[in-house]
Nanobody
Framework: QVQVVESGGGLVQAGGSLRLSCAAS????????MGWYRQAPGKQRELVAS???????NYADAVKGRFTISRDNAKNTVYLQMNRLKPEDTAVYYC???????????????WGQGTQVTVSS
């Protein structure tokens, strides 16, 4: 069994900061890319940021310069530091991890249950 669990969401005023965490656990032999996605009401889920196992990062234009993604490979954990938050950042944030459960199987995308981030104006 594999679990991907997010934490750290909440309510914050515009201009404030939040830090999201996501930990993968269970029968895992390797994790490739990890990332954060978000989905606002009435909108499609979109990529916020991703990070490879070697630390290469990618950000959506809307969050560049404000959000920072990082990971701790020893803990199978990815973080999203969100600064200078805006009301338009309000969404459910989902963690994604591309993981392999055995050395002879293909990697599969696993998703967390999501954590709500609400930014008030």
């Amino acid at each position: 069994q594999v679990q991907v669990v997010e934490s750290g969401g909440g309510l914050v005023q515009a201009g404030g900061s939040l830090r999201l965490s996501c930990a993968a656990s269970g029968s895992i032999v390797s994790i490739n890319a990890m990332g954060w996605y978000r989905q606002a009401p009435g909108k499609q889920r979109e990529l916020v940021a991703s990070i490879t196992s070697s630390g290469r990062t990618n950000y959506a234009d809307a969050v560049k310069g404000r959000f920072t993604i990082s990971r701790d490979n020893a803990k199978n954990t990815v973080y999203l530091q969100m600064n200078r938050l805006k009301p338009e950042d309000t969404a459910v944030y989902y963690c994604n991890a591309d993981m392999r459960r055995t050395w002879y199987s293909s990697s599969i995308d696993y998703w967390g249950q999501g954590t709500q981030v609400t930014v008030s104006s």
